[in-house]
Every structure is written in structure tokens, then in C-alpha cells.
């Protein structure tokens, strides 16, 4: 039928345009794991672990072997992967939220999914927050660009724990007691209080995968941002993988993050986007020593968790995007979870602000061209609380490594290297202890201070170091703010005895179905 008048014709083909243009932007997935170490997924070496879909996405994609989480802890790390900026500039700092904390992630911070929307992209997340709750929900996901969210807003030992296998297996290892019972939110309400963790994960892939369906039939480009609880102490699993691999507990809660991660890869390719969908696989921070065998694997890396050694900060990554990102590939080029933004920001079209700095950089020649070269060369540390006071702690500058301060993470006197342990303070380096990675990888063999070699490497990373600080911001600390036990997330309030009352089961959908979103 002919088109027939000026304004129809203009509208027919301006709606003709916009389906082609939303149909070309790519998806976004970002899968991120908790307290998972460089040396946990089968794909790096770990000789037991059983993660068949992250070792195929290797395979079809690009694995990192020098890729950087912001920070050794949740939630500066985090924030930092939102919003491509180091935690510090935030008001990230120290340390991590509670359940009972009154800060958050200010508002006036621009996430990917902030950026995403406004080009026209629908935003979801599901699973671990943990960027705050605050009074009245503010600072939840769906007031910082998400249209949707499903999860735990921060990590389930910050909740009393029973639970944590099918059917009734109780949790091995400490959480708080006397903490409300963990909140499951669907958007901005309380659906389950506490969470059921036995079932959990299915509920977050469910979300993910019909979310995905339902965008693909539609062709509206999307984010999502999975962000797993596993394999964070205590473990959990469902009944299929209790009891499922040779690793124990920590073997089968990374087996059903595994299988939850097949699943949405599955959904993809059903889904007919699999070739327009650009999806990214890291972690937040090292393992969590202190949790021994239950605690992850660092590999040949040094300490874990909550040190700024490499074991606290590198993290296994992977992408995938057939026909874009080439098979097989393995990149030894330095990046971190603040290129994740304007490396996805370039790809669809979004602005990158302007207002503010932005410490991340685009990283498409890493991904799109063969043996394809780093926009960075430099990378730096900020440990578990940082101090306006002492600043950094280290600085990366291609090979070179150097320390300028050291304290220990969360490991016990049970692993083998005190510089691990949590009883280790503050040390401050004179002159800076310097190490080179490429060959000294596990951070053994410093280089001798007075050689030429470590006077010709001090001298550019110091220079490196002093333009970073000049710039360097510490955000108004939203950890200083405090905590309130009346913010705590609570789905029966005014109940006594507060806050163990916190009791509910309001699921509007069952296990094995998913939420209308």
C-alpha cells in the first residue's frame, strides 16, 4: 500500500529507522562473580574445578590474563566498575557496606546504566548490589538506571545464616546473627525475607533469562548486569549441585554459577542475539583466604582478598562476541574493571561525562583487532580502607610494579605467607619495593634497589604516581556516615522484636518462574 501523506510517511519511516537502530546497538551482559580468584576456574589451571560454560566462553572469546578489579573488597569495586571512576573519587571508602549503613553510591554518580538508558537501552540487574540501601531505599539500583532489579542488596553473611544447601544443610561458615534476616527485592520491594538461598540462584537465572527473551522478541537493546552472590562465603547450592564436584562446597557453588551462566548464554543464541550481544565475565575481588579451602584459589598470584597484592586484585577475565571478538585469543594487555564502561559506552554510542574524571579507558583495540594494544599502561592500587593521608599504596606501569605501602588482608595464621594475614599492619616502603611481573608474576623476587634496573623503573613509575595523586580525589566518605539498625531493610515494619521480625514471603511467582518485568 502507498504511502500516503506527508506526516504518515515521515512517522512510518521514522518508526522504520528506530527498529533499525535499536536492532543494531549491541546487547550488554556483565557477569560478575564475588570472591572469585585467579586461579579458581578451570580455564586458568585450577586442576578440580568444574566450569564447563565459563571455559567454552574462553574458548569462543578472549581470556585476560592481566585484567584488575579497583579494588580487593565489594564494594569500592563495585562502584568502580558502574561508573568507571576509582572508588576514592566516590566517597567509596573505607571499607564496604552494611546492612545497617545510611550512605550509599551518591545519586549524583553516572553508572553504565544511567548512560545506557538514555540512549534508549532497557537496564536490569540481578543479583548482589551492595552499593547501599540507605532510608527509604535510596540508593537501590532503580535509582541509578536500572528499570529492574532482583537480589540481595549486599552479601548474604550480613544476615544471620541457617541454610545453605538443599534441603536443610546448615551454613559452614559464621555470619551475623544479630542482623535482619537477608531481604530478596523485586524493584523496590521486599518479595522474601529471608532469602532462600537453596533456591536462589535458579530465581536470579530465571529473571535474567526471561528478561533476555522478552527484550530479544521485542528487539529492544539491553543491559544486564548479573551480579552473582557466588561463590562468597558461606556456599550455597541447590539440590542438583550439593554434593556435585570433587571441591566441596566452593567446587559446587561455582558448578551452579556455571550452569547459571550456560543458561543465559543459552538464551542468548534461542533468543537470536547471540552475534549482537557483547558479554564480559570478571569478578570483584581475590579469595577470601581467611576461608581456607572454602575460600578460592589465588593461583601463582600473591595473598588474596583484601590486600593490593596481585592475588587481591587480578581477576580471571573473559569476553565473548561471535564475529567480533576472534576465538581463542588470550590477552596479556593491562586493563581493569574501570575500562568497562567507555569500552561499552564506545560500542553502543553513549556518552562518556564530561563533568568529571574518568579513570577508565576504551579497550576495543584490545577486543576488536588481532594482538590488539592497551589505551593503558599504567594501573593502581587502592587497599581495603583507603586514607586520604597515605594515598595509593601501588602503582602498576607496564612490567613494573612497585609498592609504596603493604598491610595484610583477611587470610589467618593458617596460610603459609604472613604478609597475607590479617594481623599484619601497615607498612610504608623506603624506598618502594619493586617488582617485575612478567617474569615474577607471584611478587617472590623484588628487584635489588640499587641496580640500574630498579632506578630506571622507580624513576617513571614515581613520576607516574605523583601525577595520579595531583589529581586524585577522595569523595565525601559514605562509609563516615555511619550506620542505623532503623534502615535496615525490613518487609514487616514496626515489628518486634526488631529486627529478627523480619519475616516474609510475598513471591508473586514460584521457583522456576520468573518476575513480570
Known amino acids: 500500500m502507498a504511502c500516503r501523506g506527508s506526516f504518515v510517511c515521515f512517522m512510518a519511516a521514522l518508526l522504520f529507522l528506530q527498529t533499525v537502530v535499536s536492532s543494531d546497538k549491541p546487547n550488554i551482559v556483565l557477569l560478575f562473580a ?129 541454610i545453605c544447601f538443599y534441603p536443610n544443610q546448615t551454613c559452614f561458615d559464621h555470619c551475623r546473627t544479630t542482623n535482619a534476616p537477608c531481604p530478596l527485592f523485586n524493584d523496590d520491594q521486599i518479595v522474601q525475607q529471608p532469602a532462600d538461598l537453596t533456591t536462589l540462584t535458579q530465581r536470579y537465572t530465571d529473571a535474567a533469562v526471561a528478561y533476555i527473551e522478552k527484550n530479544a522478541a521485542s528487539k529492544t537493546p539491553f543491559f544486564l548486569y548479573m551480579a552473582y552472590q557466588h561463590t562468597h562465603h558461606p556456599q550455597f547450592a541447590s539440590q542438583k549441585y550439593r554434593n556435585s564436584t570433587t571441591r566441596g562446597t566452593m567446587g559446587d557453588s561455582l558448578l551452579e554459577m556455571d550452569d547459571s551462566v550456560g543458561q543465559i548464554m543459552a538464551a542468548l543464541k534461542q533468543g537470536g542475539v547471540d552475534e549482537n550481544t557483547f558479554v564480559f565475565f570478571t569478578a570483584d575481588n581475590g579469595p577470601s583466604l581467611a576461608r581456607q579451602v572454602r575460600g578460592g584459589n589465588q593461583g601463582l598470584l600473591k595473598c588474596g582478598k583484601g590486600t593490593t597484592y596481585e592475588g587481591g586484585q587480578r581477576e580471571p577475565a573473559l569476553a565473548r562476541m561471535p564475529g567480533k571478538i576472534a576465538p581463542g585469543q588470550i590477552s596479556m594487555e593491562i586493563s581493569g574493571t574501570v575500562d568497562i564502561l567507555p569500552t561499552v559506552y564506545a560500542m553502543t554510542g553513549a556518552k562518556v561525562p564530561t563533568d568529571r574524571i574518568i579513570d577508565g579507558v576504551d579497550m576495543s583495540n584490545i577486543l576488536f583487532e588481532t594482538q590488539g594494544k592497551a589505551n593503558r599502561t599504567h594501573y593502581f592500587y587502592y587497599p581495603f580502607s583507603p586514607d586520604p593521608k597515605v594515598g595509593l599504596f601501588a602503582i602498576r606501569s607496564a612490567q ?118
Open 34 to 162: 564475588d570472591d572469585l580468584g585467579y586461579g579458581d576456574l578451570g580455564c586458568y589451571g585450577h586442576p578440580t574445578s568444574h566450569s564447563p560454560n565459563l571455559d567454552q566462553m574462553a574458548q569462543e572469546g578472549m581470556r585476560f590474563t592481566q585484567f584488575y578489579s579497583a579494588s580487593p573488597v565489594c564494594s569500592p569495586s563495585r562502584a568502580a566498575l558502574l561508573t568507571g571512576r576509582y572508588q576514592t573519587r566516590s566517597g567509596i571508602w573505607p571499607g564496604v557496606f552494611g546492612s545497617e549503613s545510611i550512605g550509599g553510591l551518591p545519586l549524583n554518580e553516572s553508572t553504565i546504566a544511567e548512560g545506557l538508558k538514555e540512549i534508549g537501552y532497557a537496564t536490569a540487574m540481578v543479583g548482589k548490589w551492595h552499593l547501599g540501601v540507605g532510608a527509604n531505599n535510596t540508593y537501590l539500583p532503580t535509582n541509578q538506571g536500572f528499570d529492574h532489579y532482583l537480589g540481595i542488596p549486599y552479601s548474604h553473611d550480613m544476615c544471620p545464616c541457617f
Open 400 to 517: 613494573y610494579k612497585a609498592h609504596f605501602y603493604t598491610k595484610g588482608g583477611l587470610a589467618g595464621k593458617p596460610f603459609r605467607d604472613e604478609d597475607c594475614w590479617g594481623s599484619t599492619p601497615l607498612k610504608e616502603h623506603k624506598p618502594a619495593v619493586l617488582y617485575d611481573l612478567l617474569v615474577d608474576p607471584s611478587e617472590a623476587y623484588p628487584i635489588k634497589s640499587g641496580s640500574a634496573e630498579y632506578k630506571d623503573a622507580m624513576a617513571e613509575l614515581q613520576k607516574v604516581a605523583d601525577e595520579f595523586q595531583s589529581h586524585a580525589e577522595f569523595g565525601e566518605s559514605q562509609m563516615h556516615r555511619g550506620s542505623d539498625i532503623k534502615v535496615s531493610p525490613c518487609c514487616t515494619p514496626g515489628c518486634k522484636p526488631f529486627p529478627s521480625c523480619c519475616r516474609c514471603n510475598k513471591l508473586p511467582y514460584r521457583a522456576g518462574t520468573s518476575p513480570t518485568w
